[in-house]
């Protein structure tokens, strides 16, 4: 078996290091590679479009990420061809930490607290009704249940969107674009987990930020290009949101001179919210090869109709 192993990332040696360990019977070349055409699986983060040129008949191409948006022109690959996503392969347990730690935070008024220590004032503030902090999570695929999941024993009042319709126990879902404005009315802190698709890209935009009550709060941890920046940021200025959390940007790294850096209202991190663990994605992905060679099903298979 070949396999054609890509990142753009800089730890190369750990990924080649445990494929051969997890599956040492398979033969694999590093891209740029003459034997690229003859690769039965590619393993790839954020390929350029000339190695997916350069594949035959591959029978999977797995993507080192939950997000497939980095894979270019996905709707021009083969329609055969299967473009497998990680699934959660540790990223589930990260992401319901920096959540958690995001929501407990705003909730708890721990930035207000820290502004009281420098001043040297000490006031206990009001605890605020839990049942009106609603957490709205955009997104209740693999990532978005587990952050609702580690979020319901707090008691914080739950709402999901999704494209389908999911029932998950504690939590108040909706569907659809038609249903949107309607989830995001009395959401007081808004995490977005969902993939950046042509139906996502620009979501979060002034008029949908801005059915959200005053006062409230932005999680964006799945992918920048879904927050139109300027807008996020006229809302902050003008008092009408209070604070942002960010995880990911249009452009990474954020560039020095965006305004986000600075502004008093954001709190950012260079996109490690949930970071693809090496040892968890191998054996995830050797598993479904091992599934595929058999001849049985895998999940993870992006939809082609929906980029995700
Ligand atoms: P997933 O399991 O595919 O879940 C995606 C969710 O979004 C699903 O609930 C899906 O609805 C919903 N969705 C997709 N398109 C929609 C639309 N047009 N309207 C409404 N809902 C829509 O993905 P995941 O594993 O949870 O990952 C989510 C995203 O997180 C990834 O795509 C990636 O961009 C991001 N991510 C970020 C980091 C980081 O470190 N910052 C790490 C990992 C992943 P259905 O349930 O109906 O399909
Ligand atoms: C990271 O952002 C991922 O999509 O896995």
Redesign the pocket.
């Given at each position: 078996m070949r396999l054609l192993f890509y990142t753009a990332g800089s730890n190369a040696e750990s990924w080649l290091e445990a494929l051969r360990r997890v599956l040492p019977e398979a033969h694999i070349d590093g891209w740029p590679s003459a034997l690229a055409g003859e690769a039965d699986y590619a393993l790839v983060w954020k390929p350029p479009v000339e190695l997916l040129r350069a594949l035959g008949q591959v029978k999977a191409i797995f993507n080192l990420?939950?997000?497939?948006?980095s894979v270019p022109d996905v709707f021009a690959l083969p329609p055969d061809v299967r473009l497998v996503?990680l699934?959660?392969a540790g990223?589930a347990e990260q992401?319901a930490e920096y959540v958690s730690h995001a929501v407990l935070r705003r909730y708890r008024e721990f930035d207000a607290y820290a502004e009281q220590q420098r001043l040297s004032e000490w006031r206990q503030r009001p605890r605020r009704p839990k049942s009106e902090f609603i957490v709205g999570i955009?997104?209740?695929?693999?990532?978005?249940?587990a952050v609702a999941t580690a979020l319901a024993p707090f008691g914080f009042p739950l709402r999901a969107?999704?494209?389908?319709h999911?029932l998950l126990s504690g939590v108040a879902t909706s569907?659809?674009?038609s249903e949107l404005d309607g989830f995001l009315a009395g959401v007081r802190l808004l995490v977005c987990?969902?993939?950046?698709?042509s139906?996502?890209q620009g979501l979060l935009d002034r008029a949908r930020l801005s059915r959200l009550p005053q006062g409230a709060y932005v999680v964006n941890?799945?992918?920048g290009g879904l927050l139109i920046d300027d807008d996020l940021l006229v809302l902050l200025d003008n008092d009408r949101l209070a604070g942002a959390t960010l995880?990911?940007f249009r452009d990474e790294p954020l560039p020095p001179e965006h305004r986000f850096w600075h502004h008093p209202r954001v709190t950012l991190t260079p996109?490690?919210?949930?970071?693809t663990l090496v040892e968890e994605s191998v054996a995830q992905i050797a598993a479904k090869i091992r599934c595929l060679e058999a001849g049985r099903p895998i999940t993870g298979v992006v939809g082609r109709e929906?980029g995700?």
């Open positions: 990420g939950a997000g497939v948006d996503r699934e959660d990223m992401m955009l997104g209740l695929g693999v990532l978005g249940t969107w999704s494209r389908t999911k569907t659809g674009m987990l969902l993939p950046l698709t139906q996502t941890v799945s992918r995880d990911v996109h490690v919210s949930a970071v929906y995700y």
